[in-house]
Every structure is written in C-alpha cells, then in structure tokens.
C-alpha cells in the first residue's frame, strides 16, 4: 500500500552551511544535488513546498562586530548571502525538472519575484516550489524568524528545521557526549531552557500560530521523505496535546 504524505504544505528551513558541506564557506555542488534531490523526492509525493534559505556559508550579520560593520549593513550583506544560495538551489532543482520560483524580501527585480504572499500561495498551488531569499527584509531578525514568518504567511503546516544533528539537545551533542536529545518539547519549555537550536523570536512565533516545527538531519538521506510519511524523525517542538490527540506522531 503506498503510503500517503502527513502534510500537504510545509516550509524547509536550510542553513548555509548545507550548501559548502565540509569545505565551510562557498557552494559544493554535490551538496546542492543532494538537497535538491530529496527536495524533489517529497515533491513528487503531491506536497507543496516553500523553502527558506540561510546565507551562513558566505555571511553572517552577527559577524559585524568582528569586521567593524555597522549591524543593519551586515544583516543586508547576509540578505544578499541567502540570494546567493536561493538561486543556486532553484538552479540545480529545475535541472531535475522541478518548476521553481525564488522571492526575495528585498526586491531585486532581474533575478527574483519580489515577497508576494498572494502569489507565492498561487505558485505552491501550481505546484511549483517557492525559495523565500533575503530572510524577512528587515535587520535584526534572523532566517529562522524568517522561515517563521513566511509559514504562518503562506498557512504552511509545519516547519521542517534542518541541522547538523538529528534533533534538539540540551547542550551541543558535537562537544558534550553526555548531551541528552529531546525527543519533544513544548515551545514554552524550549523557551525557559533557553535552548539554541533555534532563535527564540521564530520559536514564540511558531508558538503564537501554533505551527509544529521538526528540527532533524537532512545530511541523512531520505529523513525528509520520512518525516512526510509520518515517521518519527528529529525532534518535535510544539503543542503535545496536539500529538496525543491524533495518537502519536507516528499516527
């Protein structure tokens, strides 16, 4: 029996840091393949899918203290940084057939549409993926805000959190080894534990729209296809009520 997709819209939250791998800085195309191949995978089950990109592989706003910029120019530049990844993504997608359309939160009219809520829905409706760029458009708000946004925007199920790890810890699992993973939490006890997997403005405002958010590791082959069809993957943060009430994640 085929199995069916658990969701029907969602919002991929990539770092930068996917698209160089190992190297650190800059774009590895075989990354970029594989992130758009399992982007493609959950494509082809019939779910719409808008992205947002981080620009960490290039620039980041905090490092503006480091460089002696003015933070509002360095959060602009990182702007810029997501763009960068935005359009090599939508590059190596429509290599693999996949119709796609970046929007950025600044308007940059020659390479991207500019943020139209009305339009993105209609572009995810056709069933084309849709790459949110330039995070919000506004200083001081990080891509994970960002992707926050744009999902209670676009009325998108869940957010599905990629990272190095499969999943939320109380302290970084690559230095402590006794770091204990969280299986689920509720957003408010993220939030006192001061957790820092994500920023804590996207997580109130996850928590506000009542939007799931799933952090896991999508260097793991076939993880984001999993969590589509409902398997337990990563970590859960939000309502556990919610949870209980459909019978466990796993349905």
Known sequence: ?????????????????????EQ???????????IAEDIKEVHDLGVEIGVVVGGGNFFRGRESKILGIDRVTADYMGMLATTINALAL???LEKLGVVTRVQTGIEMRQIAEPFIRRRAIRHLEKGRVVIFAAGTGNPFFSTDTAAALRAA???????LKETKVDGVYNKDPLKYPDAEKFETIEPIEFLKLRLQALDATAVSLCMDNKI???VFNMSVRGNLKKIILGEKVGTYIGDLEIISDKGGEDG
């Open 153 to 159: 925007e676009i009325k998108a199920e869940v957010i």
């Open 90 to 92: 939508q590059d190596m």
């Open 212 to 214: 799931p958010i799933i």
């Open 1 to 21: 029996m085929e199995l069916k997709p658990k969701y029907k819209r969602i919002l991929l939250k990539i770092s930068g840091e996917s698209f160089s791998g």
């Open 24 to 34: 650190g800085f800059g774009l590895n195309p075989d990354c970029i393949k594989s």
